[in-house]
Nanobody, 122 residues
Framework: VQLQASGGGLVQAGGSLRLSCAASDSTFRSYVMGWFRQPPGKEREFVAGISWSGGSTRYADSVKGRFTISRDNAKNTVDLQMNSLKPEDTAIYYC????????????????WGQGTLVTVSS
């Protein structure tokens, strides 16, 4: 499956952005989906994940209560609503798919989108 992320941009601290990831085909519906991010000079880190049905989600502690992951299996999309953004949220955000369950280690996710840059100014 091919993934295409979009929606990044420049926003002031406290603002909101919505990222979207479109999958190339309907096999998307059977995959766990997730969002990761890579801040400048740092390693890629888990942000949020969602089960194939949408019934189970998991978030990094740093984004709990501010970010919401959702998916629309009819449209083959997974979104990340980001509210109350902070400068430390600045990163390239990647969508990913693959594992049977939601895991935080990036090396077990099979498919990756190209990334979209989110910059939060103070």
């Amino acid at each position: 499956v091919q993934l295409q992320a979009s929606g990044g941009g420049l926003v002031q601290a406290g603002g909101s952005l919505r990222l979207s990831c479109a999958a190339s085909d309907s096999t998307f519906r059977s995959y766990v989906m997730g969002w990761f991010r890579q801040p400048p000079g740092k390693e890629r880190e888990f942000v949020a994940g969602i089960s194939w049905s949408g019934g189970s989600t998991r978030y990094a502690d740093s984004v709990k209560g501010r970010f919401t992951i959702s998916r629309d299996n009819a449209k083959n999309t997974v979104d990340l609503q980001m509210n109350s953004l902070k400068p430390e949220d600045t990163a390239i955000y990647y969508c990913a798919s693959g594992p049977v369950i939601i895991v935080t280690r990036p090396d077990v996710w099979n498919y990756w989108g190209q990334g979209t840059l989110v910059t939060v100014s103070s």
